[in-house]
C-alpha cells in the first residue's frame, strides 16, 4: 500500500508534465514557464534513476514504468525549454534559479537524510525531495509577477502540487510504519505549505471556472 501511494503521486506527476508538454508543443512557446524549475527537476529525476534502483521500488514493474516515463517527460521539457529558450524574457529572481536552488538541495541533503552515516545514498534521495521542493519555487514566482495564470499551466502546477501531497501521505504512512523519514516529510510539507494559496485559488477555478489571478492572493 505504501509504495502504491509513492507511484500513485509520480504518476500524477507524469500526467502533469503531459499536460505541459502538449501545451508547449501546440503554442511552440514557454511564455510564462520557469526554465529553471524544468532544469531543477531534470536533476531531481536523475538523482532518483540512481538511488530508485537500491530500494524496494524495483519490487514491482510499474516503478519501472514510471521512472522511465518521468525521466522521458523531464528530459522533453528541459529539450524545449532550451530550444523555445527565445520565446520567454521573464525568469525567475536570481535567488530563485536553479544554479542557486541546486546547489541549497545539495547542502540541505547532505546535513538532512534519512540514517546515520554522513556520506549515503540516502544523501540522493534527501536531494531528490529538497531540489523538487524548490523547484516549484520559481515558477509560482514568475505566475505572480504575470497576473493571470494561463489555463493549461495553471492544471500543470495544481497536478504538481497535488502528487507531493500524495508523497506526503506516503511518508506519513512510513511513519506509522515505525520508518521515520522525518527530513523527507518536512520536505514535502514546506512544499504544499508553499503552494497552499496558489491551490486554493486553482480549486475555486475547478469549481467556478473563470480565470486564475495568482498575484491577487498577496
Same mark, same amino acid.
Given at each position: 500500500?505504501?509504495?502504491?501511494?509513492?507511484?500513485? $503521486?509520480?504518476?500524477?506527476?507524469?500526467?502533469?508534465?503531459?499536460?505541459? !508538454? *502538449?501545451?508547449?508543443? +501546440? %503554442?511552440?512557446?514557454?511564455?510564462?514557464?520557469?526554465?529553471?524549475?524544468?532544469?531543477?527537476?531534470? @536533476?531531481?529525476?536523475?538523482?532518483?534513476?540512481?538511488? =530508485?534502483?537500491?530500494?524496494? !521500488?524495483?519490487?514491482? +514493474?510499474?516503478?519501472?514504468?514510471? @521512472?522511465?516515463?518521468?525521466?522521458?517527460?523531464?528530459?522533453?521539457?528541459?529539450?524545449?525549454?532550451?530550444?523555445?529558450?527565445?520565446?520567454?524574457?521573464?525568469? =525567475?529572481?536570481?535567488?530563485?534559479?536553479? %544554479?542557486?536552488?541546486?546547489?541549497?538541495?545539495?547542502v540541505l541533503a547532505f546535513f538532512f537524510h534519512p540514517g546515520d552515516d554522513w556520506i549515503s545514498?540516502?544523501?540522493?534521495?534527501? *536531494?531528490?525531495?529538497?531540489?523538487?521542493?524548490?523547484g516549484l519555487l520559481p515558477q509560482l514566482w514568475l505566475m505572480r509577477k504575470m497576473h493571470e495564470?494561463?489555463? @493549461?499551466?495553471?492544471?500543470?502546477?495544481?497536478?504538481?502540487?497535488?502528487?507531493?501531497?500524495?508523497?506526503? !501521505?506516503?511518508?506519513?504512512?512510513? %511513519?506509522?510504519?515505525?520508518?521515520?523519514?522525518l527530513q523527507l516529510l518536512f520536505a514535502d510539507i514546506c512544499h504544499t505549505l508553499l503552494s497552499?494559496? *496558489?491551490?486554493?485559488?486553482?480549486?475555486? +477555478? @475547478?469549481? *467556478? $471556472?473563470?480565470?486564475?489571478?495568482?498575484?491577487? =492572493?498577496?
Amino acid at each position: 500500500m505504501e509504495i502504491f501511494l509513492f507511484l500513485v $503521486g509520480y504518476y500524477v506527476n507524469v500526467v502533469a508534465s503531459g499536460i505541459l !508538454l *502538449y501545451k508547449i508543443w +501546440k %503554442y511552440k512557446s514557454i511564455y510564462g514557464l520557469s526554465v529553471d524549475t524544468q532544469a531543477a527537476y531534470l @536533476l531531481a529525476t536523475i538523482a532518483r534513476c540512481v538511488w =530508485s534502483m537500491e530500494t524496494r !521500488l524495483i519490487e514491482t +514493474k510499474f516503478a519501472y514504468l514510471e @521512472l522511465f516515463l518521468s525521466t522521458c517527460a523531464a528530459t522533453g521539457l528541459a529539450f524545449l525549454c532550451f530550444q523555445l529558450y527565445h520565446t520567454t524574457s521573464k525568469h =525567475s529572481t536570481p535567488f530563485l534559479r536553479v %544554479y542557486v536552488t541546486a546547489p541549497a538541495a545539495l547542502v540541505l541533503a547532505f546535513f538532512f537524510h534519512p540514517g546515520d552515516d554522513w556520506i549515503s545514498l540516502q544523501i540522493l534521495v534527501s *536531494y531528490t525531495m529538497f531540489q523538487e521542493g524548490l523547484g516549484l519555487l520559481p515558477q509560482l514566482w514568475l505566475m505572480r509577477k504575470m497576473h493571470e495564470v494561463e489555463a @493549461l499551466t495553471s492544471h500543470y502546477v495544481g497536478l504538481v502540487v497535488v502528487a507531493r501531497f500524495i508523497r506526503m !501521505l506516503f511518508w506519513c504512512k512510513m %511513519y506509522f510504519l515505525g520508518e521515520h523519514f522525518l527530513q523527507l516529510l518536512f520536505a514535502d510539507i514546506c512544499h504544499t505549505l508553499l503552494s497552499a494559496d *496558489y491551490m486554493y485559488l486553482w480549486f475555486r +477555478k @475547478l469549481q *467556478y $471556472g473563470g480565470r486564475l489571478i495568482y498575484s491577487q =492572493s498577496v
